[in-house]
């Protein structure tokens, strides 16, 4: 009798990229090996993530529920995160299996096999996300970087400063595999979007008008 010791078929989502490459992805992994991906530019992914999976799961076969659903939590694209967490979670819902969210930067280290990298990634206004191996994500102005102490950086921010002091790993995105392997060290939860930054839309200054009779 075979004893299963952990999930085997995984659903794997990252609407975190925010820039013109193809940093978004949509993949199906089984026991460590990719069984189909989809890789999309990171602005305008989100109105593709649910025909991808759709059609991935269809050509695949995977007609019975994953063991689990693994996706990037940020930081990243707001409409892209948005779109794809809450697809994520649904699914999830749908198929009653655990939902694991993991950071943008601890997949793309996972992905590169090297937990010392810092993580730099494009965030608005001109500015850079900061993922460090310890510590809060923050969000920076390239030139206020104090990356003398880094020990590597990487992320598809690195062409914003041209000057690193440290060695540059140049990775924009994590694979699908580097996803999943991140995921071997967090709990299952809650997918919640990880927003370094508060969002630009706001509330009427007069408030909100009063719900219809």
Same mark, same amino acid.
């Given at each position: 009798?075979?004893? #299963? %010791?952990?999930?085997?078929?995984?659903?794997?989502?990252?609407?975190?990229?925010?820039?013109? /490459? &193809?940093?978004?992805?949509?993949?199906?992994?089984?026991?460590?090996?990719?069984?189909?991906? #989809?890789?999309?530019?990171?602005?305008?992914?989100?109105?593709?993530?649910?025909?991808? =999976?759709?059609?991935?799961?269809?050509?695949?076969?995977?007609?019975?529920?994953?063991?689990?659903?693994?996706?990037? &939590? *940020?930081? /990243?694209?707001?409409?892209?995160?948005?779109?794809?967490?809450?697809?994520?979670?649904?699914?999830?819902?749908? @198929?009653?299996?655990?939902? !694991?969210?993991?950071?943008? *930067?601890?997949? !793309?280290?996972?992905?590169?096999?090297?937990?010392?990298?810092?993580?730099?990634? =494009?965030?608005?206004? *001109?500015?850079?996300?900061?993922?460090?191996?310890?510590?809060?994500?923050?969000?920076?102005?390239?030139?206020?970087?104090?990356?003398?102490? @880094?020990?590597?950086?990487?992320?598809?921010?690195?062409?914003?400063?041209?000057? @690193?002091?440290?060695?540059?790993?140049?990775?924009?995105?994590? %694979?699908?595999?580097?996803?999943?392997?991140?995921?071997?060290?967090?709990?299952?939860?809650?997918?919640?979007?990880?927003?370094?930054?508060?969002?630009?839309? #706001?509330?009427?200054?007069?408030?909100?008008?009063?719900?219809?009779?």
């Amino acid at each position: 009798m075979s004893v #299963k %010791t952990g999930p085997s078929r995984t659903v794997v989502f990252n609407g975190a990229g925010a820039g013109a /490459g &193809l940093t978004s992805l949509v993949a199906l992994v089984e026991d460590g090996r990719v069984v189909a991906e #989809k890789l999309m530019a990171g602005r305008g992914a989100s109105e593709h993530f649910a025909p991808t =999976i759709r059609d991935l799961l269809t050509q695949n076969d995977w007609i019975t529920a994953p063991d689990r659903v693994v996706a990037v &939590l *940020g930081p /990243g694209s707001f409409t892209g995160l948005r779109s794809s967490l809450s697809l994520a979670a649904g699914l999830a819902a749908g @198929w009653n299996c655990p939902t !694991i969210g993991v950071t943008l *930067g601890a997949a !793309i280290r996972a992905t590169l096999g090297r937990p010392d990298a810092v993580c730099v990634n =494009i965030a608005r206004r *001109g500015r850079v996300f900061v993922d460090p191996p310890h510590g809060p994500v923050t969000a920076s102005q390239t030139v206020d970087l104090d990356p003398a102490d @880094w020990v590597c950086v990487t992320g598809d921010a690195v062409s914003e400063k041209p000057d @690193w002091p440290c060695p540059v790993l140049f990775c924009e995105a994590p %694979t699908a595999l580097g996803i999943v392997q991140a995921a071997q060290s967090v709990l299952p939860g809650a997918l919640m979007p990880l927003y370094v930054d508060p969002p630009e839309a #706001k509330p009427p200054a007069a408030g909100l008008r009063p719900l219809p009779l």
